[in-house]
């Protein structure tokens, strides 16, 4: 893909410097023939946008990330940053929170190959899998209903801080961060639940209480209780163990998101005369854990590598002993074609997920699906990057978002697709 674009990049500079050797030409013949110069032919116009718009976006995608330096790394965790992350994050699971506290032994740099600067920078934020499942749900957000919005970004950026909390809750770091997850497990219940009670003055909390009502506090509680049931940093015990955080976490936030676009129908319809009732019925729900369970599969899998270089392996210990594979040889990589198939395995089974869930669509209201697009694109790029790069966790796409996002969500929400 890279070598095509790179030979289009240079068959559109090649374009450009026609389009000026033709402009030049055509102002020469102008002058021996004495007319005017007035403008340059519609075809040399048109030819000369088309080749600006091919070698702008050729050459962004030749260039590829950002070349971090000094200044980028000590304010990489800038207030102003970290309040972007905070209001305008995405689905997340929460993988890159967690933090070594099972007794790793401190990573050797020469047991993980190395890997290109743009995947270097990724792995080198907290946040590592985020910014790109951020963009997806940014771009996704623009889809939802304007006077929906609010309520939309304050759940997403409920979820947000909690997965900022558990990211910094590290090995022997006391109880501080435990007792920061447990503080929004009694925030939402001072909110939703019957027993009342004041609400803190935190930003979210009170946006919380004032955007966002009739929402099912089961859900909300189910986004705290996934990440605390996370601290340790202990491997997953199966594959249905990961699936079931995917649907406590994803799916949640899914259903949530859901039932706020379904609300909004609602009040429209009632608003004009019809009764309707937006059915979020066993089927619909079925197809939303069946999607979590493949976005979490696919996004252990993308972070498994940055993970292990904070010492930490999290991949389920069923598959992990089918394949041979111990923590010890996954963190030393002795078995390099075991992890592929374990890569392999997880990948088509996260495909068989995502299919499955798609098979359900008909059954998923039109009005909201808008709330699973996002994680559909996910699910679909990195299974696809999997494929490419033969399970090769090491591969810097990996790391990487989806070229002409916008539009691609754009697209399936004009055809209902996720």
């Known amino acids: 893909m890279t070598s095509l674009l790179r030979i289009i990049t240079i068959v559109a500079l090649v374009s450009l410097l ?59 965790s800038s207030p102003k940053k970290l309040l972007n992350r905070r209001y305008y994050g995405g689905i997340l699971a929460g993988f890159s929170s967690v933090s070594n506290g099972s007794g790793f032994p401190a990573i050797a740099i020469k047991s993980i190959p190395e890997l290109s600067t743009g995947s270097q920078s990724a792995h080198k934020s907290p946040d590592f899998m985020h910014p790109s499942i951020n963009s997806k749900s940014k771009s996704a957000k623009k889809l939802v209903p304007k006077p929906r919005r609010p309520i939309d970004e304050k759940l997403l950026a409920f979820n947000v801080e909690l997965a900022i909390i558990r990211d910094q809750i590290e090995r022997n770091s006391g109880t501080t961060g435990i007792y920061r997850l447990q503080f929004w497990k009694d925030t939402i219940e001072a909110i939703y639940g019957d027993g009342g009670g004041p ?75 019809n009764h309707v009732h937006v059915a979020i019925n066993d089927k619909v729900i079925e197809a939303v854990d069946l999607l979590a369970g493949a976005m979490a599969l696919v996004t252990l899998l993308r972070s498994s590598i940055p993970l292990l270089s904070r010492g930490i392996v999290l991949l389920p210990d069923d598959l992990m002993q089918l394949h041979g594979l111990s923590a010890d040889s996954f963190y030393g990589m002795t078995k390099p074609e075991a992890v592929k198939s374990l890569a392999r395995d997880i990948t088509m089974l996260s495909s068989s997920l995502l299919d499955r869930s798609r098979a359900l669509r008909d059954e998923v209201p039109c009005v909201v699906r808008v709330a699973l697009i996002s994680s559909g694109a996910t699910v679909q790029h990195l299974v696809r990057i999997l494929r490419k790069c033969d399970y090769n966790l090491f591969d810097a796409r990996l790391q990487r978002g989806a070229s002409l996002l916008a539009w691609r969500l754009w697209w399936r929400s004009i055809l209902g697709w996720y």
Request: glycine share 4%; proline share 4%; net charge positive.
């Open 18 to 76: 026609h389009c000026a050797y033709s402009a030049a030409q055509h102002r020469f013949y102008l002058r021996l023939t004495e007319q005017p110069f007035t403008q340059l032919p519609a075809d040399l116009i048109v030819q000369t946008l088309v080749s600006l718009i091919i070698l702008i976006y050729g050459a962004s995608y030749v260039a590829g990330d950002f070349q971090p330096i000094r200044t980028d790394i000590q304010h990489s």
């Open 199 to 273: 609400v803190p003055k935190q930003p979210v909390a009170v946006a919380l209480e004032r955007f966002v009502s009739n929402v099912d506090l089961s859900l909300l509680s189910s986004l705290v209780s996934a990440r605390q049931q996370t601290l340790g940093d202990r491997p997953f015990r199966s594959v249905d163990a990961v699936q079931q955080y995917g649907v406590n976490t994803y799916g949640a936030l899914m259903k949530l998101l859901m039932r706020v676009l379904a609300q909004k129908r609602e009040r429209v319809m009632h608003a004009l005369g």
